[in-house]
């Protein structure tokens, strides 16, 4: 079994992209979604269902000599941690195969299902809806004379779903395999197909929608010719206008399998499978190439990347224990989604266990700091209401809205409910009340509740010190004397910004240092407490 589906796995990569925040994700290991010895599992799809908050897993299995489709239906933490898994439901009866589930759900709540069966004497596209209750029956979605594989489908701002897949249409001679199509259902009737790739060699395509609309569309492609190997490419679509294709990986090894998800404000994240790693085989006595999960993110909407493009440095997400006696282990067909906020789920099959059974992962990607605390004094006289402001930063991927609590000595004092954009910073303001507290020096402390998803607790808090005195004391010693005078006179006439300014001078806290402050300290002059 894998060691690391019973523990989380502290992997934590922080990056710093250009001009951007340093930001980072936790991986932590989930359930085995299957574990058969026997069959096969494989095609592994992941949906998360935002009507119930429950993740859906979908993949294909030979239960009796032809392929089907199964599903298991989970709490999101089991991509995160073990848990106990409930039963797995079939999905298609029929006696053909059926394999190469994607998953989607459209804004009624319904759950869309498309796979390829071979039902018709070759390879089409199938589809079922669920609404809540119950599933329709198999509905036939393409009608090629060719070969249609690989669907991926997304539901759509607007209340329908776009589906992509690769199709051997209008392909002649041996140098066009697949081209990529698309076809949109408008929430009453599905649109005409439309080719998206026009080299010949393109297959496995994902979809993802970004917050502007924008439809990005990835898939793998071998037409540089390496020797067979597949690079990932991508594209921009939108209704009137689609962007060109664009490489994504360039490494020499095989990039295959990708699968895409855009989480709010343009985050975009890619994971695929690549054989870029390598492992002894000792059946063979020869060192062998193996897949592995891979992954690179844009936080910008794509104007950036974490590797580079043109560069082939890209983040591995897992790479399986060395065996004995040693052999390849491959993970391949990834399936990525967000499952709610905070955390991006993975699923993949692997043949770890001697037989592809399908595994899981989570990557949480929330983080808003505390980095900055500042009190309008540090010095203050007991019975005064005091300000304080804390700077709370988002190095996470998405927006936040969360309590932030400020306390003295323990002792909570205020929470108030932030919110933070993407990428950026707001202040909250807090009042402490210091009517009958005692004199002394008080540790202002203020903690971020900690968010679903969250990559690092450790900054999620700021203290400060403050002295509660007596009236006239600026300096803190609890005696008004000559010294605290000199305090006001040395910052006479300044205001907050300037070069003089002392915000303990200014005792009566109206944002300017004059004969008030003056007089007030020279009122006091002599006391102590």
């Known amino acids: 079994m894998r060691p690391a589906i019973t523990c989380l796995a502290v992997i934590l990569v922080a990056l710093s992209l250009g001009a951007q925040l340093a930001v980072g994700f936790i991986v932590n290991f989930g359930s085995q979604i299957t574990s058969s010895s026997i069959v096969a599992s494989q095609d592994p799809a992941l949906l998360y269902n935002f009507k119930t908050q429950k993740a859906w897993i979908f993949w294909s299995q030979d239960p009796a000599g032809n392929m089907s489709i199964f599903y298991r239906i989970l709490d999101p933490s089991c991509l995160q941690s073990a848990c106990l898994l409930p039963p797995s439901l079939r999905l298609t009866q029929d006696t053909h195969n059926n394999f190469l589930p994607s998953a989607t759900q459209t804004l009624d709540g319904k759950i869309w299902v498309f796979w390829v069966s071979t039902r018709t004497g070759n390879n089409d596209i199938f589809y079922k809806v669920y609404n809540g209750t119950s599933w329709t029956n198999d509905t036939r979605f393409t009608f090629s004379p060719g070969n249609d594989i690989h669907p991926s489908a997304i539901g759509t701002q607007d209340g329908g779903l776009s589906v992509a897949w690769a199709s051997d249409q209008g392909c002649s001679g041996s140098t066009c395999v697949t081209n990529i199509f698309l076809q949109k259902y408008n929430g009453t009737a599905w649109l005409s197909a439309q080719q998206k790739t026009f080299s010949g060699r393109d297959y496995e395509p994902s979809l993802a929608q970004a917050s502007n609309g924008t439809l990005w569309l990835t ?311």
Do not use: C
């Not at 690079?231 to 994504?248: A, Q, V």
């Not at 203020?446 to 600026?474: H, K, Q, R, W």
């Open 219 to 529: 898939w793998a492609s071998d037409r540089a010719l390496q020797n067979g190997k597949s690079d990932l490419f991508y594209k921009t679509i939108n209704p009137s206008t689609m962007g060109n294709d664009t490489e994504l990986t360039f490494s020499p090894h095989d990039d295959e399998y990708p699968s895409i998800v855009i989480v709010k404000n343009g985050a975009i994240a890619v994971t695929w499978a690549s054989d870029r790693n390598s492992t002894f085989d000792s059946g063979t006595n020869a060192t062998v190439p193996e897949y592995d999960i891979f992954f690179k993110y844009s936080l910008d909407g794509g104007k950036s990347w974490t590797t580079l493009l043109g560069g082939n440095n890209d983040i591995l997400l897992n790479h399986d224990p060395v065996l004995t006696p040693s052999r390849p282990v491959d993970d391949i067909e990834p399936s990525i989604a967000q499952l709610g906020s905070g955390r991006i789920g993975i699923v993949w099959q692997s043949d770890l266990t001697g037989n592809f059974n399908i595994f899981s992962m989570s990557l949480f990607i929330a983080d808003a700091a505390v980095t900055a605390v500042t009190p309008r004094q540090t010095v203050l006289a007991q019975g005064k209401i005091l300000q304080v402001n804390a700077t709370l930063t988002d190095l996470g991927w998405e927006p936040e809205t969360f309590p932030v609590t400020l306390s003295a000595n323990g002792t909570m004092i205020q929470t108030l409910q932030a919110s933070v954009p993407y990428q950026g910073s707001s202040i909250a303001t807090f009042s402490w009340n210091t009517t009958g507290l005692s004199l002394g020096h008080y540790v202002l402390k203020v903690t971020a509740a900690n968010l679903t998803g969250e990559t690092n607790p450790a900054n999620n808090f700021m203290t400060t010190m403050i002295i509660v005195s007596i009236p006239g004391d600026v300096d803190g010693n609890r005696i008004v004397n000559i010294l605290d005078l000199v305090a006001v006179a040395l910052s006479f006439g300044s205001t907050p910004g300037s070069p003089k300014w002392n915000p303990n001078a200014d005792v009566d806290m109206n944002g300017i240092i004059n004969i008030v402050d003056l007089t007030y300290v020279a009122i006091h002059f002599g006391q102590s407490g």
